[in-house]
């Protein structure tokens, strides 16, 4: 959990991966690229490749609670409050984890 906590890329990279999952799941953007599909009718299974980039892509993306557990060890977001909003997706996520005692093992981790 150390390592997790003093890392300082983490906001970046789940930034960086947010902006990428909104811009590939963009409506303009699949619409460009069904248009490039239509291009590519002289190319032996251009359009099933294209196909499956967006299948591929969508199936990729529309998963982020990993993103969401992970903002819970970021040590920004205990500054003012606990980040209970970030606890409650966690959870609905990962209905297994046990929402009592991860809170009770962050705050005491925050403490130290």
């Excluded at 980039?53 to 199936?59: G, H, Y």
């Excluded at 980040?83 to 209905?95: G, H, K, S």
């Amino acid at each position: 959990m150390d390592k997790i906590e003093t890392t300082s890329n983490q906001t970046t990279t789940i930034n960086q991966a947010g902006a990428l999952r909104r811009m590939l799941l963009d409506s303009t953007f699949i619409y460009w690229l069904n248009k490039e599909r239509d291009n590519l009718d002289e190319v032996d299974d251009g359009e099933s490749c294209v196909d499956t980039i967006i299948v591929s892509v969508k199936e990729l993306y529309k998963y982020k609670g990993h993103l969401i557990a992970a903002k819970l060890f970021l040590l920004d977001n205990f500054e003012k409050n606990f980040p209970q909003l970030y606890l409650e997706q966690t959870v609905e996520a990962y209905p297994f984890i046990d929402k009592f005692k991860l809170k009770t093992e962050l705050q005491k981790e925050e403490l130290n």
